[in-house]
């Protein structure tokens, strides 16, 4: 599967905002230059570069493809996964003010070059087991419709592809079990059981214990998977 592509397209598909609207460019060069102490008012100037005057305390997909172009990070790169956890941020695609002063106040970091610098902290964030976990339970919230409880299963296999891609060897046999199941959206109480499912059990499957608490899905997972490779599924 293309991840970039799909992550990516994420950033721009609920958006709401009129296709005649643009982000004001007038970038300020004076920005990439970081001064010791955090400025608030700096920082909410910094915001109005991104949102546009129709919606002056909202950043919509157009304004934060234009901050990640700016910030030299490609949406789907998980720093900004981890950044939107930091502010808060409810929908993918939207920071408003609010989030925006929320994170990188935290983040201290009221100018690009300030926000470049902490890049590698907010992907060490990510070594951390609990700062992960809450990351990984943030994204489903983050990236589902808000209209819907569950989160489709393109969407799921993109932001899994971003969390999970480098630590699960079973993720792309999950993703071939998705593909041909009858599971066309993932609630929250199946996406967590994903994490829980790719530390806790081994790639043989042999201590995955059958009479345990895991959802229904991820049975049949291991039985397909089984199956797949040519073993008894009969415990």
């Not at 041909?180 to 609630?187: G, H, M």
């Not at 499912?197 to 995955?208: G, I, Q, T």
């Amino acid at each position: 599967m293309d991840l970039g592509e799909d992550v990516s397209s994420m950033f721009g598909k609920r958006s709401k905002t009129n296709s005649n609207s643009t982000v004001n460019r007038s970038r300020t060069k004076g920005m990439e230059e970081a001064p010791t102490s955090f400025n608030q008012k700096k920082c909410i100037a910094w915001f109005r570069q991104y949102s546009t005057p129709n919606n002056a305390d909202t950043i919509g997909p157009e304004g934060v493809e234009a901050f990640c172009r700016d910030l030299n990070v490609e949406p789907e790169n998980i720093a900004l996964l981890v950044l939107s956890w930091k502010m808060g941020a409810k929908q993918m695609g939207f920071f408003t003010l609010q989030e925006w002063l929320l994170g990188l106040t935290d983040l201290q970091c009221d100018s690009l070059a300030k926000l470049q610098g902490k890049l590698n902290y907010l992907h060490s964030l990510l070594l951390d087991s609990s700062n992960f976990k809450s990351i990984y339970r943030y994204a489903f919230d983050f990236s589902r419709d808000k209209d819907q409880r569950s989160l489709d299963v393109e969407t799921a296999k993109a932001m899994l592809g971003l969390l999970l891609g480098r630590q699960w060897s079973l993720l792309n046999s999950f993703f071939q079990f998705l593909d041909q199941s009858r599971y066309r959206v993932l609630n929250k109480d199946q996406w967590c059981n994903v994490l829980e499912f790719s530390r806790a059990v081994d790639v043989d499957l042999k201590n995955y214990d059958v009479d345990g608490a895991w959802p229904v899905m991820l049975d049949e997972f291991v039985e397909w998977l089984k199956v797949t490779r040519g073993e008894s599924i009969i415990q």
